[in-house]
């Protein structure tokens, strides 16, 4: 029930809530445009829609406490969410009710970011931010998530550099014997950088020319400086990757040259570290070195650039899209990820055509190593 009363200057509309307590809305100008609101209480109330403005009060730090404590991630997604909430989120929003966010105010502090942050951080906050509205708005605190089609304009990321098979081959021999085949594995199977880096000997079957990436320490984790085994990806990450056989004979001979569980390690045997990686092998490799004689090779190329050669690869060669996806640790999705399956005359020919381009692909006349 709803009803309408003067108040002060102007009107107010009151009406029983739910629990029998008695809410209140003040402020208008005339009965008119109290009853109108009234009738509309009554409709909300009636069909259980009606957003209770107390609900709407609360503020978004609280409410993302109440969220993180509900919301189930990986250690690694975790640690991102912490940072981009204490560092960008909860000091412009976390004292602000929910009820007071609007997507014009949001626009405004997303342009403010984008002077301050890479497209892909704002990206990832906008994201995250969304996400915890779009809860608040299930719940019932308000009625619509300000964030959702928000239409931010990012400007569109670089095209991914890729490789061709005979600079991935120049660029191993470049990293040295310890992260030679770890370059090649890379190129030619698609594993992402943490997989590859949590890999163990126990996940390596070389009669078979499998690689399996674990469900529980299939990729390697670092947070905050600290090294951890912990689960990959994605659900669809856990997946057996089929090797061709010149990678295969790669990995049984680098067996007998590594020592301990992991199959590529630092250089004193421990586990490897991305930035140390990339300072001291990557960057040299691609970039050039007038230490050790080596001009530029593909600089604009990164580690991650050779999941992306490798999918460019795939392509080339006709591999089926479910195929790619699987071996990729995607979810092909819709109808086609129902009705597609992956069959071993498929895997056959890609293995096929991976051995063909290691074995034939040409090599421009260069001298440099």
Not at 42 to 52: A, G, H, I, T, W
Not at 174 to 200: D, F, H, K, M, N
Not at 291 to 297: D, F, I, K, Q, V
Not at 312 to 340: A, N
Request: proline share 6%; glycine share 8%.
């Amino acid at each position: 029930m709803a009803w309408t009363e003067p108040h002060g200057a102007g009107w107010r509309v009151r009406y029983y809530r739910h629990d029998g307590s008695i809410g209140s809305e003040s402020g208008y100008t005339g009965p008119d445009q109290a009853s109108r609101r009234a009738a509309d209480i009554e409709y909300e109330l009636r069909n259980q829609v009606f957003q209770d403005p107390r609900k709407a009060q609360t503020t978004v730090g609280e409410w993302a406490e109440v969220w993180c404590e509900a919301h189930d991630v990986g250690e690694g997604t975790w640690a991102k969410y912490q940072s981009h909430l204490r560092n960008h989120i909860l000091p412009k929003f976390g004292e602000t009710p929910l009820g007071e966010l609007s997507r014009i105010r949001i626009k405004s502090w997303v342009k403010v970011l984008r002077r301050q942050l890479s497209d892909a951080t704002v990206a990832d906050v906008v994201t995250l931010l969304s996400m915890i509205l779009g809860e608040a708005a299930e719940e019932t605190l308000i009625s619509t998530n300000p964030c959702r089609r928000l239409g931010v304009r990012l400007t569109p990321s670089a095209r991914r550099s890729i490789a061709a098979p005979w600079q991935v081959e120049r660029i191993a021999r470049r990293a040295g014997p310890t992260a030679r085949v770890l370059v090649i594995t890379a190129a030619y199977t698609g594993l992402r950088w943490g997989e590859l880096a949590a890999l163990q000997w126990h996940n390596v079957d070389l009669t078979a020319g499998t690689i399996t990436v674990d469900e529980d320490k299939g990729a390697l984790h670092e947070l905050g400086g600290r090294l951890e085994l912990g689960p990959p990806k994605t659900p669809a990450s856990v997946r057996t990757v089929h090797l061709p056989t010149f990678l295969t004979s790669l990995l049984t001979e680098h067996a007998t040259q590594q020592i301990g569980d992991h199959v590529f390690t630092g250089r004193n045997g421990g586990l490897l570290r991305r930035a140390n990686f990339r300072d001291r092998v990557w960057r040299p490799a691609v970039a050039g070195d007038q230490r050790r004689g080596w001009e530029p090779l593909h600089p604009e190329l990164t580690f991650h650039g050779l999941r992306h050669t490798h999918r460019t690869w795939l392509i080339e060669d006709g591999v089926p899209e479910v195929l790619i996806h699987e071996r990729l640790g995607h979810r092909l999705p819709g109808i086609r990820g129902i009705y597609s399956h992956v069959t071993p005359p498929m895997i056959q020919t890609m293995l096929a055509a991976l051995d063909r381009r290691w074995t034939h692909s040409p090599t421009p006349h260069d001298t440099a190593q």
